[in-house]
């Protein structure tokens, strides 16, 4: 199967759980394509960290069906896109209710990604953006993070 050409926009969320962040994941060899998120604001109730463990490495669990729960804490509290090619994200803002230890981006696998007026509360972690292996990234007009134009990237965080 294959997942393209998705937007979602004009969402506000209060008290979301923050064990598994907002999940955009594609599967190795088959990325999500396409996807455009507007206008959204979501703010994430606290981590309770002394019962959750946070992933270091998510698993790909290609082979069930995608429940967040079995991807086990992310480590973003935001979003967490992985295996996906072309995003815009436009108007974007996560926070947190409490305290937080984690980025909140993480892009793993993202090849072409156009991120404009993003706002995210800083988190203990010091990081907004967490790059593991992206092309073709570009970030503007966003809080805290300078414009620029990210080619290919092993790691970088932001």
Do not use: W
């Amino acid at each position: 199967g294959a997942l393209r050409r998705v937007m979602i926009s004009n969402v506000m969320v209060y008290n979301a759980d923050s064990h598994f962040a907002s999940l955009i994941s594609g599967i190795p060899g088959h990325d999500i394509e396409d996807v455009r998120l507007s206008n959204i604001r979501i703010y994430y109730r606290p981590l309770d960290s002394a019962l959750n463990k946070i992933q270091a490495v998510v698993p790909e669990n290609e082979k069930t069906y995608p429940e967040p729960a079995k991807f086990g804490v992310l480590p973003a509290y935001g979003f967490f896109i992985r295996h996906v090619k072309n995003i815009s994200m436009d108007n974007v803002q996560v926070s947190f209710l409490e305290s937080e230890t984690r980025p909140a981006f993480m892009l793993n696998d993202v090849k072409g990604a156009d991120l404009f007026n993003i706002k995210a509360q800083p988190s203990q972690s010091k990081f907004s953006f967490v790059f593991d292996n992206v092309a073709n990234i570009k970030i503007s007009g966003s809080e805290g993070i300078k414009d620029q134009k990210i080619d290919k990237v092993k790691q970088l965080k932001l």
